[in-house]
């Protein structure tokens, strides 16, 4: 008898054997899946860049202060200086570079897939090789100087040029 109300009324103890209306073959279950992907997409990549209130002169005070940092992490370098010198600057470097890339992810994920967040990822890497390739520490850094000066004062064809899509992209459709 239960089979019988079950089937009169369309409801299958399965969701996912519960087809969709006009949805040729897609079930309730993996139409809830590809909404759910949708909206991560959309969470990560928006059809519009976010904003914080105030997003510019985060910006300028993130930059101002990785510049104090990669300064006196130069300094530390070039003129071999003790660890406890440039520590300080090792720190502000990293937490403002940390900072700025999530203020652009969080603006549009589709940063991380422009060449300007791949040499970013290229640069993590190089400083992440330097604690183990000790003798090529100061070569490393000046890599990590050159990226940063190349890719910032590109053209935006450049910038926002994607590996994995062969061309420049500003957003995914």
């Known amino acids: 008898m239960t089979k019988n109300i079950m089937a009169a009324t369309g409801f299958h103890a399965c969701p996912t054997r519960h087809r969709l209306p006009g949805k040729q073959g897609q079930t309730l279950h993996s139409q809830r899946k590809h909404d759910d ?3 991560l997409k959309r969470l990560f990549f928006p059809h519009e860049p976010r904003y914080l ?5 985060i910006n300028i005070s993130l930059r101002t202060l990785h510049l104090i940092g990669v300064s006196g992490l130069g300094a530390g370098f070039l003129y071999a200086a003790a660890d406890e010198q440039w520590q300080m600057y090792w720190d502000i470097t990293l937490i403002s570079g940390i900072a700025m890339s999530l203020l652009f992810i969080y603006s549009n994920g589709i940063f991380l897939i422009q060449l300007r967040g791949q040499a970013i990822l290229l640069k993590l890497a190089l400083l992440g090789m330097m604690p183990v ?4 520490q100061l070569p490393l850094f000046l890599a990590v100087i050159v990226i940063s000066g190349v890719i910032a004062h590109a053209p935006a064809s450049v910038r926002y040029y994607s590996l994995w899509h062969g061309r420049r992209v500003e957003g995914l459709d």
């Open 37 to 39: 992907t949708m909206q």
């Open 53 to 57: 209130p105030g997003h510019r002169w």
């Open 133 to 136: 390739l000790t003798h090529l």
